[in-house]
T-cell receptor
Framework: DTGVSQNPRHKITKRGQNVTFRCDPI?????LYWYRQTLGQGPEFLTY????????KSRLLSDRFSAERPKGSFSTLEIQRTEQGDSAMYLC??????????????FGEGSRLTVL | QKEVEQNSGPLSVPEGAIASLNCTYS??????FFWYRQYSGKSPELIMS????GDKEDGRFTAQLNKASQYVSLLIRDSQPSDSATYLC?????????????FGKGTHLIIQP
């Protein structure tokens, strides 16, 4: 098992463009999370999936953000009409579905977004 | 609003000494507690989880939980320069609720050779 994989690792885009990030979780994990982290801050929860169902979305996730996990395997996070405030590291993590281990997250290396 | 508070540091500890990292949380419903280590430019890595009051030891690491005081700590014995990193405290509400972890801002730990 190669762990959680994210791509692209780095994305530089101009304000107003759309970007999409992909996450491939650890295969036996049924929960998948997206977090955002800026410099000097801890990761902020965005959304999570159990299998293909999106069970919770943070109020941080504006209408410009959408996430999918169509077959309960990989997930995508799309940001439309990017703004400079979207510049951050976007972290994907996966975990087992059984309590209390759902908080034992395995993170990918992240996708760093820079909006010019 | 769930909050997790940590002293941002930097916390400087001489090599071989015990590093003590502290965390408080606001939500009394929190049931699960985690410490993640994050090296500069890297993603967080789970190092300890604790679910009940008391101490839990794993090698050089000891996590301590006091739910009455809403306090969780991490002790690192025989600190090594490779322990220099940011340590993130995270809490969640268990019981199958739809909830992601809430992270603190992290404590930057520096182990001085």
């Amino acid at each position: 098992d190669t762990g959680v994989s994210q791509n692209p690792r780095h994305k530089i885009t101009k304000r107003g463009q759309n970007v999409t990030f992909r996450c491939d979780p650890i295969s036996e994990h049924n929960r998948l999370y997206w977090y955002r982290q800026t410099l000097g801050q801890g990761p902020e929860f965005l959304t999570y999936f159990q299998n293909e169902a999106q069970l919770e979305k943070s109020r941080l996730l504006s209408d410009r953000f959408s996430a999918e996990r169509p077959k309960g395997s990989f997930s995508t996070l799309e940001i439309q009409r990017t703004e400079q405030g979207d510049s951050a590291m976007y972290l994907c993590a996966s975990s087992f579905g059984g309590q209390p281990r759902t908080g034992e997250l395995f993170f990918g290396e992240g996708s760093r977004l820079t909006v010019l | 609003q769930k909050e997790v508070e940590q002293n941002s540091g930097p916390l400087s500890v001489p090599e071989g000494a015990i590093a003590s990292l502290n965390c408080t949380y606001s939500d009394r419903g929190s049931q699960s507690f985690f410490w993640y280590r994050q090296y500069s430019g890297k993603s967080p890595e789970l190092i300890m989880s604790i679910y009940s009051n008391g101490d839990k030891e794993d090698g050089r690491f000891t996590a301590q939980l006091n739910k009455a005081s809403q306090y969780v700590s991490l002790l690192i014995r025989d600190s090594q320069p490779s322990d220099s990193a940011t340590y993130l405290c995270a809490v969640s509400i268990a019981g199958g609720g739809a909830d992601g972890l809430t992270f603190g801002k992290g404590t930057h730990l520096i182990i001085q050779p």
